[in-house]
Protein backbone atom coordinates (compact mmCIF):
# COMPACT_ATOMS: atom_id res chain seq x y z
CA UNK A 1 0.00 0.00 0.00
CA UNK A 2 2.69 2.68 0.83
CA UNK A 3 4.08 2.07 -2.41
CA UNK A 4 1.24 2.84 -3.99
CA UNK A 5 0.69 6.43 -2.00
CA UNK A 6 4.42 6.99 -3.29
CA UNK A 7 3.15 6.49 -6.60
CA UNK A 8 -0.16 8.51 -5.95
CA UNK A 9 1.99 11.41 -4.41
CA UNK A 10 4.60 11.51 -7.21
CA UNK A 11 1.33 12.09 -9.68
CA UNK A 12 -0.09 15.11 -7.17
CA UNK A 13 -3.07 12.82 -6.70
CA UNK A 14 -4.75 13.85 -3.46
CA UNK A 15 -5.61 10.70 -1.52
CA UNK A 16 -9.07 10.88 -0.10
CA UNK A 17 -8.83 7.16 1.37
CA UNK A 18 -7.38 4.31 1.35
CA UNK A 19 -8.96 0.20 1.78
CA UNK A 20 -7.53 -3.14 1.95
CA UNK A 21 -10.06 -5.19 0.46
CA UNK A 22 -9.80 -9.16 1.23
CA UNK A 23 -11.05 -11.12 -2.01
CA UNK A 24 -11.57 -14.41 -1.27
CA UNK A 25 -13.05 -14.93 -4.60
CA UNK A 26 -12.01 -12.91 -7.98
CA UNK A 27 -15.74 -11.81 -9.48
CA UNK A 28 -14.39 -12.04 -13.47
CA UNK A 29 -16.40 -8.94 -14.01
CA UNK A 30 -15.88 -6.57 -11.64
CA UNK A 31 -12.79 -8.08 -9.22
CA UNK A 32 -14.79 -7.57 -6.03
CA UNK A 33 -18.14 -8.71 -4.98
CA UNK A 34 -21.60 -6.75 -4.99
CA UNK A 35 -21.70 -6.17 -1.73
CA UNK A 36 -18.39 -4.26 -1.37
CA UNK A 37 -19.24 -2.32 -4.05
CA UNK A 38 -22.01 -1.39 -3.34
CA UNK A 39 -20.13 -0.45 0.30
CA UNK A 40 -17.63 1.64 -2.61
CA UNK A 41 -20.09 3.35 -4.18
CA UNK A 42 -21.54 4.76 -0.72
CA UNK A 43 -17.84 6.27 -0.12
CA UNK A 44 -17.47 7.50 -3.41
CA UNK A 45 -20.86 9.34 -3.26
CA UNK A 46 -19.91 10.41 0.30
CA UNK A 47 -16.59 11.70 -0.18
CA UNK A 48 -17.34 12.81 -3.71
CA UNK A 49 -14.75 10.66 -5.06
CA UNK A 50 -13.51 11.61 -8.67
CA UNK A 51 -10.83 8.28 -8.98
CA UNK A 52 -10.21 4.82 -7.85
CA UNK A 53 -6.97 3.36 -7.96
CA UNK A 54 -6.91 -0.31 -7.54
CA UNK A 55 -3.38 -1.35 -6.67
CA UNK A 56 -3.56 -4.78 -8.74
CA UNK A 57 -4.22 -5.34 -12.59
CA UNK A 58 -7.46 -4.95 -13.62
CA UNK A 59 -8.56 -6.88 -17.07
CA UNK A 60 -10.41 -3.94 -19.54
CA UNK A 61 -13.79 -5.76 -19.10
CA UNK A 62 -13.43 -5.17 -14.72
CA UNK A 63 -12.22 -1.49 -15.38
CA UNK A 64 -15.23 -1.06 -17.73
CA UNK A 65 -17.82 -2.16 -15.40
CA UNK A 66 -16.56 -0.95 -12.37
CA UNK A 67 -16.61 2.60 -13.73
CA UNK A 68 -19.63 1.94 -15.12
CA UNK A 69 -21.20 0.92 -11.58
CA UNK A 70 -19.12 3.62 -9.52
CA UNK A 71 -20.00 6.31 -12.47
CA UNK A 72 -16.43 8.02 -11.70
CA UNK A 73 -13.12 6.91 -13.74
CA UNK A 74 -11.16 3.79 -12.65
CA UNK A 75 -7.49 2.62 -13.13
CA UNK A 76 -5.12 0.00 -12.33
CA UNK A 77 -1.26 -0.12 -11.40
CA UNK A 78 -0.32 -0.66 -14.60
CA UNK A 79 -1.57 2.82 -15.67
CA UNK A 80 -0.28 4.48 -12.67
CA UNK A 81 3.15 3.68 -13.37
CA UNK A 82 2.17 4.38 -16.86
CA UNK A 83 1.29 7.73 -16.06
CA UNK A 84 4.33 8.75 -14.19
CA UNK A 85 6.79 6.94 -16.97
CA UNK A 86 4.30 9.63 -19.13
CA UNK A 87 4.90 12.58 -16.87
CA UNK A 88 8.52 12.40 -16.86
CA UNK A 89 9.53 11.87 -20.57
CA UNK A 90 11.49 14.38 -21.47
CA UNK A 91 13.81 13.08 -24.27
CA UNK A 92 12.26 11.90 -28.06
CA UNK A 93 12.93 8.62 -27.27
CA UNK A 94 11.53 8.52 -24.14
CA UNK A 95 7.93 9.92 -25.29
CA UNK A 96 7.94 7.77 -27.97
CA UNK A 97 8.58 4.75 -25.78
CA UNK A 98 5.45 5.87 -23.39
CA UNK A 99 3.08 6.69 -25.51
CA UNK A 100 3.94 2.94 -27.12
CA UNK A 101 3.45 1.42 -23.55
CA UNK A 102 0.08 4.27 -23.39
CA UNK A 103 -1.34 3.00 -26.76
CA UNK A 104 -0.88 -0.76 -26.09
CA UNK A 105 -2.52 -0.57 -22.34
CA UNK A 106 -5.34 1.27 -24.25
CA UNK A 107 -5.71 -0.68 -27.41
CA UNK A 108 -7.27 -3.53 -25.79
CA UNK A 109 -9.74 -1.30 -23.28
CA UNK A 110 -13.12 -0.24 -24.22
CA UNK A 111 -12.95 2.79 -21.91
CA UNK A 112 -10.26 5.97 -22.95
CA UNK A 113 -6.88 4.97 -20.51
CA UNK A 114 -6.53 8.35 -17.67
CA UNK A 115 -3.66 9.35 -19.45
CA UNK A 116 -1.64 12.66 -19.56
CA UNK A 117 -3.08 13.95 -22.76
CA UNK A 118 -6.80 14.20 -21.42
CA UNK A 119 -5.53 16.07 -19.12
CA UNK A 120 -4.08 18.32 -21.33
CA UNK A 121 -6.86 18.83 -23.30
CA UNK A 122 -8.57 20.02 -20.33
CA UNK A 123 -11.29 17.41 -20.07
CA UNK A 124 -13.64 17.35 -17.03
CA UNK A 125 -15.73 13.89 -17.34
CA UNK A 126 -13.23 11.14 -17.22
CA UNK A 127 -16.87 8.86 -17.17
CA UNK A 128 -18.05 6.09 -19.71
CA UNK A 129 -16.03 5.57 -22.74
CA UNK A 130 -17.34 6.54 -26.45
CA UNK A 131 -19.55 4.04 -27.99
CA UNK A 132 -18.61 1.17 -29.60
CA UNK A 133 -18.52 2.19 -33.09
CA UNK A 134 -16.20 4.78 -31.85
CA UNK A 135 -14.29 2.51 -30.11
CA UNK A 136 -13.45 0.10 -32.89
CA UNK A 137 -12.31 3.54 -35.08
CA UNK A 138 -10.04 4.11 -32.24
CA UNK A 139 -9.09 0.93 -32.59
CA UNK A 140 -7.96 1.13 -35.85
CA UNK A 141 -6.21 3.95 -35.32
CA UNK A 142 -4.38 2.93 -32.26
CA UNK A 143 -2.81 -0.27 -34.01
CA UNK A 144 -1.99 2.47 -36.77
CA UNK A 145 -0.03 4.19 -34.50
CA UNK A 146 1.46 1.89 -32.76
CA UNK A 147 3.04 0.24 -36.16
CA UNK A 148 4.75 3.70 -36.78
CA UNK A 149 5.98 4.28 -33.55
CA UNK A 150 7.55 0.52 -33.51
CA UNK A 151 9.00 1.49 -37.17
CA UNK A 152 10.37 4.73 -35.09
CA UNK A 153 11.75 2.87 -32.47
CA UNK A 154 13.17 0.74 -34.63
CA UNK A 155 15.85 3.52 -36.20
CA UNK A 156 16.54 4.01 -32.68
CA UNK A 157 17.47 0.63 -31.96
CA UNK A 158 19.65 -0.09 -35.23
CA UNK A 159 21.43 3.37 -34.48
CA UNK A 160 22.34 2.15 -30.79
CA UNK A 161 23.57 -0.87 -31.96
CA UNK A 162 25.93 1.22 -34.37
CA UNK A 163 26.60 3.05 -31.04
CA UNK A 164 27.83 0.13 -29.18
CA UNK A 165 29.68 -1.22 -32.07
CA UNK A 166 31.90 1.87 -31.92
CA UNK A 167 32.71 1.06 -28.24
CA UNK A 168 33.43 -2.64 -28.74
CA UNK A 169 36.25 -1.04 -30.68
CA UNK A 170 37.32 0.87 -28.13
CA UNK A 171 37.63 -2.15 -26.17
CA UNK A 172 35.41 -1.06 -23.58
CA UNK A 173 34.03 -3.28 -21.05
CA UNK A 174 30.39 -1.62 -19.88
CA UNK A 175 28.77 -1.78 -16.66
CA UNK A 176 25.38 -1.22 -16.39
CA UNK A 177 23.61 0.25 -13.00
CA UNK A 178 20.07 -1.12 -12.11
CA UNK A 179 17.95 -1.39 -9.09
CA UNK A 180 14.79 -0.05 -8.03
CA UNK A 181 13.37 3.51 -8.63
CA UNK A 182 14.80 6.00 -6.33
CA UNK A 183 17.59 3.47 -5.07
CA UNK A 184 20.74 6.11 -6.04
CA UNK A 185 21.79 4.96 -9.70
CA UNK A 186 22.19 8.41 -10.96
CA UNK A 187 24.19 9.57 -8.01
CA UNK A 188 26.37 7.08 -7.69
CA UNK A 189 26.67 7.23 -11.83
CA UNK A 190 27.59 11.08 -11.04
CA UNK A 191 30.42 10.43 -8.73
CA UNK A 192 32.07 7.61 -10.66
CA UNK A 193 31.58 9.69 -13.74
CA UNK A 194 32.27 12.89 -12.26
CA UNK A 195 29.37 14.36 -14.48
CA UNK A 196 25.56 15.80 -13.51
CA UNK A 197 22.89 13.95 -14.24
CA UNK A 198 19.29 14.98 -12.30
CA UNK A 199 19.16 12.89 -9.09
CA UNK A 200 16.13 13.83 -7.68
CA UNK A 201 13.65 12.08 -4.69
CA UNK A 202 11.01 11.42 -7.48
CA UNK A 203 10.00 7.82 -8.70
CA UNK A 204 11.16 7.55 -11.91
CA UNK A 205 13.54 10.65 -12.31
CA UNK A 206 15.57 8.54 -15.11
CA UNK A 207 13.92 7.36 -18.03
CA UNK A 208 17.03 7.94 -20.93
CA UNK A 209 19.56 6.00 -21.09
CA UNK A 210 23.10 7.59 -20.20
CA UNK A 211 26.43 6.01 -20.75
CA UNK A 212 30.12 7.42 -19.48
CA UNK A 213 33.47 6.35 -19.14
CA UNK A 214 34.83 5.72 -15.21
CA UNK A 215 38.30 6.34 -14.79
CA UNK A 216 39.25 3.06 -12.16
CA UNK A 217 42.98 3.84 -12.16
CA UNK A 218 45.41 5.33 -14.55
CA UNK A 219 45.44 2.87 -16.95
CA UNK A 220 41.90 1.31 -16.59
CA UNK A 221 38.69 2.63 -18.00
CA UNK A 222 35.19 1.64 -18.29
CA UNK A 223 32.06 2.71 -20.20
CA UNK A 224 28.82 2.93 -17.08
CA UNK A 225 25.38 3.23 -17.91
CA UNK A 226 22.60 4.40 -16.19
CA UNK A 227 18.99 3.80 -17.02
CA UNK A 228 15.51 3.21 -16.08
CA UNK A 229 14.90 2.30 -12.45
CA UNK A 230 12.51 -0.68 -11.53
CA UNK A 231 9.49 -1.43 -9.32
CA UNK A 232 7.46 -4.49 -8.73
CA UNK A 233 5.27 -5.93 -11.23
CA UNK A 234 6.40 -3.52 -14.06
CA UNK A 235 3.52 -2.92 -16.36
CA UNK A 236 4.44 -5.78 -19.38
CA UNK A 237 3.37 -2.90 -21.89
CA UNK A 238 6.70 -0.53 -20.35
CA UNK A 239 8.83 -3.75 -20.76
CA UNK A 240 7.38 -3.76 -24.26
CA UNK A 241 8.24 -0.43 -25.15
CA UNK A 242 11.25 0.36 -23.47
CA UNK A 243 13.26 -2.45 -25.33
CA UNK A 244 15.65 -0.48 -26.86
CA UNK A 245 16.64 0.86 -23.33
CA UNK A 246 17.07 -2.48 -22.03
CA UNK A 247 18.41 -3.42 -25.00
CA UNK A 248 21.50 -1.47 -23.19
CA UNK A 249 21.29 -3.38 -20.49
CA UNK A 250 21.50 -6.89 -22.83
CA UNK A 251 24.83 -5.43 -23.97
CA UNK A 252 26.53 -4.56 -20.63
CA UNK A 253 29.15 -6.80 -19.57
CA UNK A 254 28.36 -6.69 -16.47
CA UNK A 255 25.12 -5.44 -14.01
CA UNK A 256 25.55 -3.47 -10.75
CA UNK A 257 22.43 -3.41 -8.60
CA UNK A 258 21.78 -0.17 -6.49
CA UNK A 259 20.33 -0.65 -3.62
CA UNK A 260 18.66 1.72 -0.77
CA UNK A 261 19.56 0.08 1.99
CA UNK A 262 17.46 2.18 4.32
CA UNK A 263 14.47 0.59 3.02
CA UNK A 264 12.64 -2.07 5.15
CA UNK A 265 11.97 -4.56 2.40
CA UNK A 266 15.30 -3.71 0.40
CA UNK A 267 16.29 -7.61 0.57
CA UNK A 268 12.74 -7.77 -1.40
CA UNK A 269 13.65 -5.33 -3.92
CA UNK A 270 16.92 -7.12 -4.95
CA UNK A 271 14.75 -9.85 -5.91
CA UNK A 272 12.63 -7.63 -7.65
CA UNK A 273 15.16 -6.43 -9.50
CA UNK A 274 16.54 -9.98 -10.37
CA UNK A 275 13.17 -11.29 -11.01
CA UNK A 276 12.63 -8.13 -13.78
CA UNK A 277 16.13 -8.41 -14.96
CA UNK A 278 14.90 -12.06 -15.84
CA UNK A 279 11.17 -10.57 -17.25
CA UNK A 280 13.58 -8.89 -19.78
CA UNK A 281 15.70 -12.17 -20.29
CA UNK A 282 19.18 -10.89 -19.19
CA UNK A 283 21.89 -13.80 -19.45
CA UNK A 284 21.03 -15.28 -16.41
CA UNK A 285 25.05 -15.69 -16.07
CA UNK A 286 25.10 -11.93 -15.73
CA UNK A 287 22.64 -11.69 -13.09
CA UNK A 288 24.49 -14.73 -11.15
CA UNK A 289 27.46 -12.15 -11.86
CA UNK A 290 25.80 -9.52 -10.18
CA UNK A 291 27.32 -7.00 -8.03
CA UNK A 292 25.12 -5.60 -5.31
CA UNK A 293 26.17 -2.20 -3.99
CA UNK A 294 24.34 -0.96 -0.57
CA UNK A 295 23.88 2.58 -0.79
CA UNK A 296 23.11 5.59 1.23
CA UNK A 297 25.10 4.12 4.07
CA UNK A 298 25.01 7.95 5.69
CA UNK A 299 21.30 8.19 6.98
CA UNK A 300 22.11 5.06 9.02
CA UNK A 301 25.85 6.15 9.99
CA UNK A 302 27.23 2.72 8.87
CA UNK A 303 30.81 2.38 7.89
CA UNK A 304 31.56 2.49 4.04
CA UNK A 305 33.95 -0.05 2.43
CA UNK A 306 32.97 -3.99 2.20
CA UNK A 307 31.68 -6.51 5.14
CA UNK A 308 30.91 -9.70 4.86
CA UNK A 309 31.15 -9.28 0.84
CA UNK A 310 28.93 -6.56 0.64
CA UNK A 311 29.68 -3.09 -0.67
CA UNK A 312 28.48 -0.44 1.48
CA UNK A 313 29.08 3.45 0.10
CA UNK A 314 27.51 6.30 0.21
CA UNK A 315 27.03 7.94 -3.19
CA UNK A 316 26.27 11.25 -2.03
CA UNK A 317 29.04 11.61 0.71
CA UNK A 318 31.40 10.32 -1.67
CA UNK A 319 32.41 6.82 1.03
CA UNK A 320 33.11 3.67 -0.05
CA UNK A 321 33.61 4.85 -3.71
CA UNK A 322 37.40 3.53 -3.50
CA UNK A 323 36.81 0.03 -2.66
CA UNK A 324 34.05 -0.26 -4.95
CA UNK A 325 36.47 0.77 -7.77
CA UNK A 326 38.51 -1.98 -6.45
CA UNK A 327 35.86 -4.74 -7.21
CA UNK A 328 35.21 -3.34 -10.86
CA UNK A 329 38.77 -3.46 -11.54
CA UNK A 330 39.18 -6.63 -10.10
CA UNK A 331 36.21 -7.76 -12.52
CA UNK A 332 38.28 -6.57 -15.70
CA UNK A 333 41.64 -7.53 -15.12
N1 LIG B 1 21.25 10.35 1.86
C1 LIG B 1 21.55 9.89 0.65
N2 LIG B 1 20.73 10.17 -0.37
C2 LIG B 1 21.06 9.67 -1.58
C3 LIG B 1 22.21 8.87 -1.81
N3 LIG B 1 22.22 8.52 -3.11
C4 LIG B 1 21.13 9.08 -3.67
N4 LIG B 1 20.43 9.78 -2.77
C5 LIG B 1 19.18 10.55 -2.99
O1 LIG B 1 18.16 9.66 -3.36
C6 LIG B 1 17.29 10.26 -4.33
C7 LIG B 1 17.20 9.40 -5.56
O2 LIG B 1 18.45 9.35 -6.18
P1 LIG B 1 18.62 9.06 -7.74
O3 LIG B 1 20.09 9.00 -8.00
O4 LIG B 1 17.82 9.99 -8.54
O5 LIG B 1 17.96 7.61 -7.79
P2 LIG B 1 17.77 6.65 -9.08
O6 LIG B 1 18.05 5.26 -8.60
O7 LIG B 1 18.57 7.14 -10.21
O8 LIG B 1 16.22 6.80 -9.32
P3 LIG B 1 15.40 6.64 -10.74
O9 LIG B 1 16.09 7.44 -11.76
O10 LIG B 1 14.06 7.11 -10.39
O11 LIG B 1 15.41 5.17 -11.04
C8 LIG B 1 17.88 11.64 -4.59
O12 LIG B 1 17.19 12.59 -3.83
C9 LIG B 1 19.33 11.51 -4.14
O13 LIG B 1 19.89 12.72 -3.71
C10 LIG B 1 23.05 8.60 -0.69
O14 LIG B 1 24.08 7.93 -0.75
N5 LIG B 1 22.65 9.12 0.50
MG1 LIG C 1 18.04 7.81 -12.00
Given at each position: MSEMVNLCINLDINILGKRTINIKKINASTLIGKGTLTDLLEEVNF??????????????????????FLKIKVVDRSGIIIEIFAKRALSNEGKMQVQLAELIYRK?????????????????SFVGGPGELQIELDRRLIQEKIDKIKKRLKNVSNRRKIQRKSRYKNNFKIFALVGYTNAGKTKLFNTLTKKNQKSEDKLFATLDTKISR??????????????????????????????????????????????DINEKNFKEKIENTKI???????????????????????????????KNNRNYVSALMGTGITELKNILISKVI
Open positions: KKLTLLICNCSLTPNQQRNLENSRLVRAWTHLERQRGGTVYLNDKLTIGLIDTVGFINNIPTQLIESFKATFEEIHNADFIINVVTLNEISLDIKKVENMITVYNKIDIQNKKPGI
